[in-house]
């Protein structure tokens, strides 16, 4: 069994298995009720201060792991009776304010939030809104921060807290990159899942004439730690899958598509962003709307591909493995619906694994020969700028590249400002919303240093010679490989 990151890891896992394990056997609108007690049996509580509010806890992550609500559609759920153990009092004045006569802190304060009381400063946290600029001006830096840690790791600016200290998701703002689901140390946050409606159609193409193929992201290379690629593809088979392909082949596609279009488009546009990232490109459409007709108009890898099978394959269903929640919310729009049918994260798949006892490193050994070394290395940052670069010198096209690579939504923010005042120096950004690239995204089973080099042998193992070998078999003119991201965002 694997090491968990954490134990709100733990919790997850054994829920989504509770809910996939009734799924599979057929049990779960009549058994799905009494998950809470199985996972907080009591008496005593195991994480909270009570049983019931454990076991209430469980009865709200069951809800998301059966689709949560559907009359939200925003793939990332706040759990409210989770969310209550955070400081709720950002900026606390600390024992080194000496008490100066300056009262810097107070005199910047916009809201009167500051007084002293025999030359000490204090804050009412009635008053305080939270804007930092006390903090800045202290000269002995003697104010605290002590953001929440799931408003930290939101660059969307998308969490607020509202009038009972909980947190709060704006959809408006929200790029679904699930940044703040790991971040958050007691598990109040958590994306919806599609691990049920998976397992019905599995289910369901056993007796009706469905094929159902799993596209498997090319960051799995960084996740089932001293097990060969192969292995887990065969493991995935074993779910019930008729086919497992690798969406790195769809990379490569794109890479293609991406880069002629970038050759043909470049002199009348002066910049163009990457497309495949959701969250990068819902970042820019919410607020970056000078810049939105940059970015590239090919579809994702996982569109791609999606379509490539369906188009050989009427009777094809097709599910997305991979790392990231953002590609839940891209199957669901407007000019793409219908292209994938469902997306798992790996999470979800080695519940689906651990449900019916499935080890992959009992599954048989396989060669993959479908993508090249640059479709395979999409999962890192920067892979999409070396795989652009590879077309480049593949199709000897004369044009000047000249990419800058951002990673993590921050260092994307930063590109895109300077790409809205046109004084960006690059004519092409490659975005990435999770820092590291796919490897870092909020679904993967774990996160190390190591991840980079484990994409790196994958892509290093490809039996390709290069972008156009890989796809030399793939009638792609019968493919349409375009969008409009004006209308789905």
Known sequence: MRKFESQVQVIKHDILKEV????????????????PKKIAPGPKAITRCCVYKEREIVKERVKLAMGGNKKNKNIIE????????????????????????????????PVGAIYHVEHRAYIDNNKCIECGKCKNACPYNAISDVMRPCRRSCGANALSIDENKKAVIDNDKCIQCGACIYKCPFGAIMDKSFIVDVINLLKKSKEENINVYAVVAPAIASQFKGVGIGKVFNSIKKLGFDYVVEAALGADIIALHEGKEFTHTIDENGLMTSSCCPAFVSYITKNYPNVVDKISNSVSPMIAMSRIIKNEDSNAKVIFIGP???????????????????????????????????????SEENILEDASFYGRIFAKTGGLV????????????????NPIVCDGIKECDKALKM???????????????CSGGCIGGAGVLNRTAKDKIEVEKYGQISVKEGINDSIKNINISEVNLDREFKKSY
């Open 419 to 433: 790409a809205n005042i046109n004084k960006l120096n690059a004519n092409f950004i490659e975005g990435m919303a």
């Open 324 to 362: 990231c929640t953002a590609k839940k919310m891209e199957i669901m729009q407007e000019d793409v619906k219908g292209s994938t049918d469902y997306v798992l994260t790996f999470e979800e798949l080695e519940v689906m694994l651990d449900a019916v006892n499935i080890d992959v490193n009992e």
């Open 78 to 109: 706040v759990i409210s009776s989770a969310c209550d153990a955070c400081p709720v009092n950002r900026f606390t004045v600390t024992e080194s304010c000496r008490g100066c006569l300056a009262h810097k802190c107070s005199d910047v304060c």
């Open 20 to 35: 996939a394990t009734l799924a599979m056997e057929g049990n779960l609108e009549k058994e799905y009720k009494t998950i």
């Open 386 to 401: 070396e795989a652009v670069k590879q077309v480049i010198k593949e199709g000897e096209l004369e044009v000047d590249f």
